[in-house]
T-cell receptor, first 113, second 113 residues
Framework: KQEVTQIPAALSVPEGENLVLNCSFT??????LQWFRQDPGKGLTSLLL???SQREQTSGRLNASLDKSSGRSTLYIAASQPGDSATYLC????????????WGAGTKLIIKP | DAGVIQSPRHEVTEMGQEVTLRCKPI?????LFWYRQTMMRGLELLIY????????DSGMPEDRFSAKMPNASFSTLKIQPSEPRDSAVYFC???????????FGSGTRLTVV
């Protein structure tokens, strides 16, 4: 059974720092992996989608990597800003025909001004 | 594109009443998902549709829950009768084919008193 874990559960860093959020999954037979952010009381915003054949994706100050063999993905945020404060979730889609996503519990990120 | 549109944003109802949540997916997307999010259980997939046809409803908690997608631009999630434990944020998401990630709506915060 696929399980997705995100560590740490919460992270607080000063503004301007580069930081890494981690996502690990137990079954490497994934179709893709997606990173989302969720602001308090709001919906989920898709940040980056990595297909199983890809190693990384970049969008602005965000870079997501994927290592299927080790069951890991990282989300790198460069030059963090207070506006980056949110909960970040990763979700994997399995290789089988089921379209269901398996979700991590999220990392709550606070960027201190 | 206006994104995935959900209504209402907030709903407060009394136990035993019928509740209907609405979703308009992104035009052209052929998958639609209903999720429920609570602090205790995180994100749970309730049901998803492909080309308006329900594919997997194994996440629907009880017979009190039902979902329909009468056409490509509209879906409803109905709870009848509602109970306090149904209180949660309900999200709708849509996706295009296999290579694209999910786009979520802003959610409906349901409170059953």
């Amino acid at each position: 059974k696929q399980e997705v874990t995100q560590i740490p559960a919460a992270l607080s860093v000063p503004e301007g720092e580069n930081l890494v959020l981690n996502c690990s999954f137990t079954d490497s037979a994934i179709y893709n992996l997606q990173w989302f952010r969720q602001d308090p009381g709001k919906g989920l915003t898709s940040l980056l989608l990595i297909q199983s054949s890809q190693r990384e994706q970049t969008s602005g100050r965000l870079n997501a990597s994927l290592d299927k063999s080790s069951g890991r993905s990282t989300l790198y945020i460069a030059a963090s800003q207070p506006g980056d404060s949110a909960t970040y979730l990763c979700a994997v889609r399995l290789e089988d025909s089921n379209y269901q996503l398996i979700w991590g519990a999220g990392t709550k990120l606070i960027i201190k001004p | 594109d206006a994104g995935v549109i959900q209504s209402p944003r907030h709903e407060v109802t009394e136990m035993g009443q019928e509740v209907t949540l609405r979703c308009k997916p992104i035009s052209g997307h052929d998958y639609l998902f209903w999720y429920r999010q609570t602090m205790m259980r995180g994100l749970e997939l309730l049901i998803y549709f492909n080309n308006n046809v329900p594919i997997d409803d194994s996440g629907m908690p009880e017979d009190r829950f039902s979902a329909k997608m009468p056409n490509a631009s509209f879906s409803t999630l109905k709870i009848q009768p509602s109970e306090p434990r149904d209180s949660a944020v309900y999200f709708c998401a849509s996706s295009l084919v296999d290579t694209h990630g999910y786009t979520f709506g802003s959610g409906t915060r349901l409170t059953v008193v």
